[in-house]
């Protein structure tokens, strides 16, 4: 099992960057792929980024492409969300997620484990 701990939110302008950091326990961390999800009130979860826990592969929802960048520290233990160019629709609760075989990067689904989720929230 792993846990997930997310921090890093906050509140800035558009045009402003965050970083989100997700830190897991446990001593298998390398072995998980991640994935990035939010929802905003009133919507479902839906997805941002996921790294693959092997090759350095990563997968980023179009709304996000080129503004957001997904990274992982397995020595640490940590997978991080550099959100640059930040828009009032990036506001939501982002919440971390792992898994050893994700049947598919962009569901939820695919995922068995989670974090509490860190609030973003983008002023105009």
């Known amino acids: 099992q792993v846990q997930l701990v997310e921090s890093g939110g906050g509140l800035v302008q558009a045009g402003g960057s965050l970083r989100l950091s997700c830190a897991a326990s446990g001593?298998?961390?390398?072995?998980?792929s991640m994935g990035w999800f939010r929802q905003a009130p009133g919507?479902?979860?839906e997805f941002v980024a996921a790294y693959r826990?092997?090759?350095?592969?990563?997968?980023?929802?179009?709304?996000?492409?080129?503004?957001?960048t997904i990274s992982r520290d397995n020595a640490k233990n940590t997978v991080y969300l550099q959100m640059n160019s930040l828009k009032p629709e990036d506001t939501a609760v982002y919440y971390c997620a792992a898994d050893?075989?994700?049947?598919?990067?962009y569901s939820s689904n695919s995922y068995a484990?989670?974090?509490?989720?860190?609030?973003?929230?983008?002023?105009?």
Do not use: H, I, M
């Open 27 to 32: 001593r298998t961390f390398s072995s998980y």
């Open 113 to 124: 484990y989670w974090g509490q989720g860190t609030q973003v929230t983008v002023s105009s």
């Open 43 to 45: 919507k479902e979860r």
């Open 100 to 105: 050893l075989r994700p049947l598919t990067y």
């Open 53 to 68: 826990r092997s090759g350095g592969v990563t997968y980023y929802a179009d709304s996000v492409k080129g503004r957001f």
